[in-house]
């Protein structure tokens, strides 16, 4: 079985086909840019302010229920017709006044329309995994959503400098079988030969160049 990390349907699935495919495949990856360690900071600090409070309470434009856990794992059963299943680490877990359970991921971003879109399976896998865990009890998710905190004003204090970073909601519709289609679609590309690379990536451009002038007799160099 082939394990799937939900964070991966946004960005390296999208992105390249090939690459996704030697990564979960042969467990190669593309190497890493420098990320930053302001955003970590950043996001651990206003994640762990959320911890225990009910959103609500925080600001008025987030829906009501109490994070009850952050950063956790979750790890799925095998996906129905398929030999893949989930395993990743979810932002927030929110139990709703119903008893039923939200899903938030947390982005500091810009907000637009584009990205409800764009983490909609990476919500989606999350989701199937609770409801249908490796283990323990499954849980009932009614919800999912993003909040999206980009910095707005600064202010000068006193020898502070404070910056706001208003939330904003954008919920994300669940679509249990669109997803399940999707599930089949991996699984189908891992099962399949090597798919084709994409053309506009300057990695491979790069690799291919750096290939030819190294080893310019050698013409049937393997990925
Ligand atoms: S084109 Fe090559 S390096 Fe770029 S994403 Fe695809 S396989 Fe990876």
């Not at 810009?110 to 896998?125: D, F, G, M, T, V």
């Not at 499954?138 to 993003?146: D, E």
Request: proline share 8%; charged share 25%; net charge neutral.
């Amino acid at each position: 079985m082939y394990k799937l990390s939900p964070s991966e349907f946004a960005y390296l699935y999208e992105e390249c086909k090939l690459c996704y495919f030697l990564k979960i495949k042969q467990g190669i990856e593309r190497p890493k840019s420098p990320f930053p360690g302001v955003f970590s900071a950043l996001n651990t600090r206003l994640q762990g302010a959320l911890i225990g409070n009910d959103l609500r309470k925080l600001s008025s434009v987030l829906p009501e229920g109490t994070v009850e856990s952050q950063e956790g794992f979750i790890e799925s059963q095998q996906v129905t017709n398929t030999n893949v299943y989930i395993k990743g680490k979810y932002d927030l877990l929110v139990r709703q006044p119903d008893n039923t359970y939200l899903i938030v991921d947390f982005k500091i971003s810009q907000p637009s329309e584009e990205k409800i879109a764009k983490y909609q399976r990476q919500l989606q896998a999350y989701h199937y995994a609770f409801e249908h865990p490796a283990r323990g009890e499954a849980k009932n998710i009614t919800k999912l959503g993003l909040i999206i905190m980009y910095p707005d004003q600064v202010k000068f204090n006193d020898g502070q400098a404070s910056i706001t970073f208003p939330p904003q909601w954008m919920e994300i519709d669940i679509k249990k079988d669109s997803f399940l289609e999707f599930m089949k679609g991996v699984h189908t590309l891992l099962e399949g030969p090597p798919p084709s690379e994409n053309p506009n990536c300057r990695w491979c451009k790069y690799r291919h160049i750096g290939e030819k002038l190294t080893h310019p007799q050698q013409t049937d160099i393997p990925f």
